[in-house]
């Protein structure tokens, strides 16, 4: 089963984070609410700096603007912060 169907089969309206497939690490169940992918953030960031050659700042600026600040709804995915 890939990513995509596993998503589905916890909400089918969940949203993924294209392009972004190494970094799912799972669900949020949430109180009340319909439970969302999760993508490890700092996977996230190495994939821009691996994937696009961006520099630490560049894709820090980019994640937060264009994927963090994304609001797509209620579905929208998560991203989590490790505590090191």
Do not use: H
């Not at 990513?3 to 909400?11: E, P, R, V």
């Not at 690490?25 to 953030?41: K, L, T």
């Not at 996977?43 to 894709?59: H, P, Q, T, V, Y």
């Amino acid at each position: 089963m890939n990513s995509n169907d596993w998503i589905a089969a916890y909400n089918e309206e969940a949203l993924l984070a294209d392009g972004f497939e190494e970094a799912l690490i799972g669900i949020c169940e949430r109180a009340g609410q319909d439970p969302i992918a999760v993508y490890d953030r700092a996977k996230c960031l190495n994939i821009l700096i691996s994937r696009d050659g961006m520099s630490k700042e560049e894709a820090q600026e980019y994640f937060e603007y264009n994927i963090v600040g994304s609001d797509m709804g209620e579905n929208t995915p998560g991203f989590i912060t490790f505590i090191s």
